[in-house]
């Protein structure tokens, strides 16, 4: 049985409005050059024109690879935390968020592992799949809480920034293995850190 590789991106830069700025671009460039080695057989991207966008970019260094949308990889709230769980910096957050919404969300971050963080179908192949998948912070976030098998609320507070890399595999037999979480070494230092909270970054 093959292993199932899975590149976790975030989307690049957007402005308010949802589009991607010129950083954004150059950071699904980059990105897309990083890529190029691997032999990528599809790029998998949420619906949200940030990140179809920077898809299309960063495919552009993919030629071989498939592009389509997945629905799962939309921007939502993976889990809602009790108020117990929920750290004091995030009280109050989740207050909007009421009983239908947040079970809404659970039910579409379930349906994003049982798409994505499983071995690849021994009917469809036997070798290793290797996909791309342009999605949003809470969602790589989730799976990698996902694949380090913590509860649910771990979610919160892994960040990723803009265009940053995160690799997973899933092998069968063994837990899922974080190769890298929020690689930016793609990226020159003025385009590092985008979708994080100024501050002094090493």
């Known amino acids: ?4 590789h899975l590149y976790l991106a975030r989307h690049g830069s957007a402005d308010a409005f949802g589009e991607l700025t010129d950083i954004g671009r150059r950071q699904a460039s980059l990105l897309g050059e990083r890529l190029a080695a691997i032999p990528v057989d599809a ?3 949420s619906p949200l024109p940030r990140a179809a966008a920077t898809a299309q970019i960063l495919a552009r260094h993919l030629p071989d690879a498939a592009v389509g949308a997945a629905p799962e990889l939309i921007d939502h709230v ?9 750290p004091r910096p995030w009280a109050g957050f ?3 968020y009421d009983d239908a919404e947040a079970a809404a969300g659970h039910r579409l971050a379930h349906a994003l592992l049982a798409r994505f963080a499983v071995l690849p179908d021994p009917a469809v192949t036997a070798i290793d799949t290797h996909e791309v998948l342009i999605t949003h912070a809470y969602q790589v976030a989730w799976l990698v809480r996902h694949a380090l098998a913590a509860p649910a609320s771990r979610w919160l507070g892994l960040n990723s920034a803009n265009a940053a890399l995160t690799v997973i595999q899933y092998r069968a037999g063994l837990p899922p ?7 930016m070494s793609h990226l020159p230092a ?6 994080f909270p100024a501050a002094i970054r090493p």
């Open 94 to 96: 989740f207050d909007g």
């Open 1 to 4: 049985m093959g292993t199932r």
């Open 190 to 195: 003025d385009l590092r850190w985008t979708g």
């Open 78 to 86: 993976p889990y809602v935390p009790s108020p117990a769980e929920t």
């Open 43 to 45: 790029v998998w991207h």
């Open 177 to 183: 293995t974080i190769v890298m979480f929020n690689d």
